[in-house]
């Protein structure tokens, strides 16, 4: 099957949620529509540094700017797995993302995967995930360390759950962490290296703390 990239936008991004499901020609939930709007928001739009990530539809991910060739197949068929039991894991624990987890006042938003490719990407490098991604809005922003990869309550064994685990043992050097703004939004990341594959990987998401 062959992987759609789309080029993310000024023109696309700052369109209503259900038009810009319409520009992007994908069947999915309007949370990680919401997701994809926040963490490309508007006010980043003037930058001239500002180059958002392409969007990969069949694998609700996101990839640099400059991704010109699609990740290798066990990497689609790894980040696929990936979206959808983090999604129903949030589900089933009664919250939108299962990166943000818990600590979000809101379930209006939805994780997205992240593809990197090769680079320098573990603990303490986070503002080139940012840049690497073109999230510039992000990238100054203040950098806070989540040292659990489960919030308490998703700790439960449970088929979801355990799903998760599984493929979470498939990353190594993996970390979780917030950037936070000064606005009541903050994004959350989890990112790992593919054992298999060796190009880093993993989940993105937005949370709200009033």
């Not at 919401?34 to 392409?54: D, F, G, M, V």
């Not at 790894?78 to 009664?94: D, G, I, M, P």
């Not at 080139?128 to 100054?140: P, R, T």
Request: aromatic share 8%; with cysteine.
């Amino acid at each position: 099957m062959t992987t759609i990239m789309i080029k993310l936008n000024s023109y696309i991004l700052e369109q209503d949620t259900d038009t810009l499901m319409e520009q992007l020609n994908i069947q999915t939930q309007k949370a990680t529509t919401r997701t994809l709007q926040a963490l490309c928001s508007s006010a980043q739009l003037e930058s001239i540094h500002y180059n958002p990530p392409i969007f990969l539809p069949q694998l609700q991910s996101i990839a640099p700017s400059n991704t010109d060739v699609a990740p290798p197949p066990e990497v689609t068929d790894y980040l696929e797995k990936l979206v959808q039991a983090a999604q129903k894991t949030a589900e089933s624990h009664y919250c939108g993302s299962f990166v943000a987890g818990q600590i979000s006042e809101s379930d209006e938003f939805a994780d997205v995967g992240v593809w990197l490719g090769e680079g320098n990407y573990q603990r303490n490098h986070e503002k080139e995930i940012m840049h690497k991604l073109g999230l510039v809005a992000w990238a100054d922003a203040d950098i806070y360390q989540m040292e659990g990869l489960y919030d308490e309550k998703l700790k439960a064994e449970g088929s979801e759950t355990s799903a998760m685990g599984k493929l979470l043992e498939s990353l190594e050097d993996c970390h979780r962490f917030l950037v936070r703004r000064q606005d009541s939004y903050f994004a959350c990341f989890l990112m790992g290296r593919l054992k298999a594959q060796g190009g880093w990987c993993g989940l993105a998401s937005i949370g709200v703390e009033t």
